[in-house]
């Protein structure tokens, strides 16, 4: 029996009072062995049960008073337990309440399962992001001394219509002298490599 109806069916009841009487016990003993039973017998699923398993759950130790106790349980005036031919007794109110249980159960299996299945075809915005910022600092990541020094021998060379020839330590392998550069009537370009210079200057913190 659920525990939301154990006050409906036992506080204060002409039942409670035969098994208290016959048992010898005073209201919250009797009241606890009941809630024990179906406790201990509904979350295992049992709705027919040997003596062996009602004394056990009810917390009753002893053969004699196990029989005591199935004896009142099962009484016509109590009816909280009834007997079977096969020697089980059939715990009266398990079969209902057991059948819900296992319908919340079921219910929450068939919830959590939906849940599994709609997340698993989704992706993570977050890991989304996460995914692309590695490509995103390897594209994007910037050197400002080393762009700087890259505009400066770009324009420079490219004005001078000739390249460097580097040495030391550090060089770069050697590129030709010189460059034919292509026409420029409205010099174009040489106001475009002039911006390179300026862009040269802001990239290394300096004004042009």
């Known amino acids: 029996m659920a525990a939301t109806m154990i006050k409906e069916?036992?506080?204060?009841?002409?039942?409670?009072?035969?098994?208290?009487?016959?048992?010898?016990?005073?209201?919250?003993?009797?009241?606890?062995?009941?809630?024990?039973?179906?406790a201990g017998s509904q979350r295992r699923g049992?709705?027919?049960a040997t003596p062996k398993q009602i004394g056990y759950w009810c917390r009753v130790d002893g053969d004699e008073s196990v029989?005591?106790?199935?004896s009142i349980?099962?009484?016509e005036l109590v009816s909280f337990i009834k007997s079977n031919n096969d020697g089980t007794y059939t715990i009266v109110g398990n079969s209902k309440h057991i059948a819900k249980i296992d319908n919340w159960k079921s219910s929450g299996k068939k919830g959590g399962r939906k849940t599994r299945e709609k997340?698993?075809?989704?992706?993570?915005?977050?890991?989304?992001?996460?995914?692309?910022?590695?490509?995103?600092?390897?594209?994007?990541?910037v050197d400002p001394l080393a762009n700087a020094t890259t505009v400066s021998l770009l324009s420079s060379s490219l004005l001078s219509s000739s390249l460097p020839v580097f040495s030391g330590e550090n060089s770069a392998p050697a590129l030709p002298k010189q460059i034919d550069l292509p026409p420029d009537p409205d010099g174009s370009f040489k106001k475009l490599l002039e911006k390179f210079n300026v862009f040269k200057l802001k990239v290394a913190g300096q004004t042009p």
């Open 46 to 48: 049992v709705e027919r």
């Open 9 to 38: 069916t036992v506080f204060g009841s002409d039942e409670v009072d035969e098994l208290m009487k016959a048992m010898g016990w005073n209201e919250r003993e009797a009241i606890g062995c009941l809630a024990l039973l179906w």
């Open 67 to 70: 029989a005591k106790l199935v």
């Open 119 to 141: 997340w698993k075809g989704m992706k993570n915005p977050q890991n989304q992001r996460q995914d692309a910022e590695p490509n995103a600092v390897a594209l994007g990541s």
């Open 73 to 75: 349980l099962s009484d």
